[in-house]
Each structure stands twice: as C-alpha cells, then as structure tokens.
C-alpha cells in the first residue's frame, strides 16, 4: 500500500530530510505551511496515513501496520533514513517506527502524546459523523448543521469538517470511518507487547501543550523506558494541537531539534 504524500524544498541538500506525520482526522494538508517553513534548509515530506486523507482505505488501523507504511514510504521515496515529527496518533505510529526500525530514524519529535494508552475515545465524534446520511446533504453548511449535536465544540467541528470532500457530484467523508471505529481501542492504546524489549537511542523531542491533559508526569518513566536520550519540553499556553495555538513557538522548538 503507497501512502499519499506532498514533497517541499529542493533535492540535495546535506540536512537530513524530514518526514511529517498527522493525528487522528487529520492529513497532510493540515501540515503544510509548517511543512514549507521547515523545508528552507531540507527535503520534507507530509503523508496522509492509511484510511486518512488521499491514502488508501484499508482493514487494519495497528500501529504496526502504520509503521510499516511509513517504513514502505520512505523505501519508495529513496530515503534511507529520516528525521520524523508525529503528532497525536501519528507521534504514536512514529514512536513505533522508531522502536520497530530505528536504523530508518534519524531522530524523533513527538507532539502531545505519550507511549501509553488513553481513555480519551473519539467514539462519539465518529458516531456523529456516522449518523449523517451524505445523500441527503448538498452543501457543507448543512453537514455541518447536522454535526453541532454530537460535536458542539466550533473548533474541533471545524476540524473535523475538513474531511469532507466531494465525489461525483456528492458530498462523502474521505474517512474510512467503520475502520476507524472498530480499532479505536488500538488507536487511543499502545503496542507495549510488540514493543516492549525495544528501544530507541536517537535524540526525542517529547513536546507538549501546557494545557494539554495528554502528557502528564507519569509518563516521564515509560518515555524514558523506550527513549532513554529524550527531552519534555512545554509549550506555554497550548493545548493537545500546538501546531494551531502556537505555530511560531512550535517552528523554533523543531527547527532546534532538527539542528
């Protein structure tokens, strides 16, 4: 399976190239203009991952099948290793690449989340989106009418709202949405079993939003387990997506890494 991606910046550059992986409901677009400020200095891919975005819809949502993508990813585009910035699930299917193939991983920064599992469920938000019959809908205002109950928080509608796309004429959701929902408890979870003797030497950037309840001290031992060369650093005045609250902050702190 070839995972879809977007390329910035010129080829041959001596830096390290860097390969930029979304959370759940998101895409590669949503990395864009990150994605384009971070490629003064290097080559930077963005990937939309399986049954997200214009990847293809497939029957297994593991993190061991993402990494894996992400692994079939950079073999196909000629990379034979790379710096890799995840966020949410995706810093979820990064931290596992790492751990599964390090020789692929140059170096690891992961956005708000930790290796460990979550009681936060999306359940509701996927079941809401379900419960729209696309059919009958044709204009977006109206989908998104539909959603202010099971989603009532703008900011978070307005992501979500991002995923629909038109189709022949119609409206549908570019979501694999009964895929998602069957493994939501692999997604908000971690393969600690598959991963548990591995562990990763290279450098790990471990940032987080202040406001933020994904990354709590507790995890500094488990993260530190997997990742002994890792740093938590806080981002002031951000929640879970930092890329949106503070995105100038966020661009200093990976630019650092990176460098």
């Given at each position: 399976?070839?995972?879809?991606?977007?390329?910035?910046?010129?080829?041959?550059?001596?830096?390290?190239?860097?390969v930029i992986?979304?959370?759940?409901?998101?895409?590669?677009?949503?990395?864009?203009?990150?994605?384009?400020?971070?490629?003064?200095?290097?080559?930077?891919?963005?990937?939309?991952?399986?049954?997200?975005?214009?990847?293809?819809?497939?029957?297994?949502?593991?993190?061991?099948?993402?990494?894996?993508?992400?692994?079939?990813?950079?073999?196909?585009?000629?990379?034979?290793?790379?710096?890799?910035?995840?966020?949410?699930?995706?810093?979820?299917?990064a931290m596992?690449?790492?751990?599964?193939?390090?020789?692929?991983?140059?170096?690891?920064?992961?956005?708000?989340?930790?290796?460990?599992?979550?009681?936060?469920?999306?359940?509701?938000?996927?079941?809401?989106?379900?419960?729209?019959?696309?059919?009958?809908?044709?204009?977006?205002?109206?989908?998104?009418?539909?959603?202010?109950?099971?989603?009532?928080?703008?900011?978070?509608?307005?992501?979500?709202?991002?995923?629909?796309?038109?189709?022949?004429?119609?409206?549908?959701?570019?979501?694999?949405?009964?895929?998602?929902?069957?493994?939501?408890?692999?997604?908000?979870?971690?393969?600690?079993?598959?991963?548990?003797?591995?562990?990763?030497?290279?450098?790990?950037?471990?940032?987080?939003?202040?406001?933020?309840?994904?990354?709590?001290?507790?995890?500094?031992?488990?993260?530190?387990?997997?990742?002994?060369?890792?740093?938590?650093?806080?981002?002031?005045?951000?929640?879970h997506w930092?890329?949106?609250?503070?995105?100038?902050?966020?661009?200093?702190?990976?630019?650092?890494?990176?460098?």
């Amino acid at each position: 399976m070839a995972l879809y991606f977007q390329e910035f910046g010129e080829a041959g550059s001596p830096s390290a190239p860097l390969v930029i992986v979304h959370g759940l409901f998101g895409s590669s677009v949503n990395w864009r203009a990150m994605a384009r400020k971070l490629a003064d200095k290097r080559k930077v891919y963005t990937v939309d991952m399986r049954n997200h975005g214009k990847s293809p819809h497939m029957d297994i949502m593991s993190y061991e099948a993402m990494a894996m993508d992400l692994v079939r990813f950079m073999d196909s585009a000629g990379l034979k290793q790379a710096d890799i910035i995840g966020h949410s699930m995706g810093g979820k299917a990064a931290m596992v690449t790492a751990l599964l193939y390090s020789e692929h991983v140059k170096s690891l920064a992961v956005l708000d989340i930790a290796p460990v599992t979550y009681t936060h469920s999306y359940t509701e938000i996927l079941n809401a989106m379900l419960a729209i019959d696309m059919a009958k809908c044709s204009l977006r205002s109206e989908v998104e009418a539909k959603l202010k109950h099971g989603i009532p928080d703008d900011s978070t509608r307005l992501f979500i709202m991002q995923n629909v796309v038109t189709g022949g004429g119609e409206l549908a959701w570019r979501l694999n949405l009964p895929v998602l929902i069957e493994y939501m408890e692999d997604i908000i979870g971690f393969p600690a079993e598959l991963v548990e003797a591995r562990h990763y030497e290279g450098k790990v950037a471990m940032i987080y939003g202040e406001n933020s309840d994904y990354i709590k001290a507790s995890a500094g031992p488990v993260v530190r387990h997997y990742f002994p060369n890792s740093e938590f650093i806080s981002v002031d005045d951000a929640g879970h997506w930092i890329q949106a609250d503070k995105p100038e902050i966020l661009l200093e702190l990976l630019q650092s890494h990176l460098n």
